[in-house]
């Protein structure tokens, strides 16, 4: 009766180191997820900081508006509106980099959708692996090819 009860409890207590090691492996799977959550993140913040330096330097290196006139044709005249038209402004600056960007980003999702490798993808577009990445992860689509475990 004695060895029954032993060979219960040490039953027992196997399946409760299996179950810890169960908790422990799961729990090293999630920190490596989250590290490697925390370097997408960080890749991307690095590359959106770089791209605010980026458009600060252009709006301040950007040509000042026209003074106006205090004599001559009044506000909202043809030869003003048509000076207007001519000078790009700081907006239509940060237009054109946004719509170049989003090019950019298809073009690397539509080489992905084609089955290319991230290497190859960033052989073709010149782009840093890290961007590539960043760039796939946005989209939801991993080295792999497959979707990363936290979508």
């Known amino acids: 009766m004695l060895s029954l009860i032993l060979g219960l409890i040490l039953a027992l207590l196997c399946g409760c180191v299996a179950a810890c090691v169960r908790i422990y492996f799961r729990q090293q799977e999630s920190e490596k997820e989250i590290r490697q959550l925390k370097e997408v993140l960080q890749a991307f913040l690095s590359i ?3 791209n605010i330096a980026e458009i ?3 709006l301040q290196s950007a040509p000042a508006p026209p003074a106006k006139k205090t004599s001559g044709p009044g506000p909202g005249s043809a030869a003003e509106k048509k000076n207007l038209a001519e ?3 700081p907006g239509d600056l940060l237009y054109a980099e946004s719509q170049e960007k989003a090019q950019r980003r298809r073009y690397v999702w539509e080489l992905a959708d084609q089955g290319l490798s ?3 993808i960033a ?3 010149q782009l840093p692996l890290g961007q590539i990445d960043v760039i796939l992860n946005m989209r939801g689509i991993s080295q792999e090819g497959s ?3 936290w979508r």
């Open 123 to 125: 052989r073709r577009t």
């Open 147 to 149: 979707k990363p475990p």
């Open 87 to 89: 000078e790009p402004g």
């Open 56 to 58: 600060r330097a252009e």
């Open 48 to 50: 959106q900081e770089r």
């Open 118 to 120: 991230v290497e190859e």
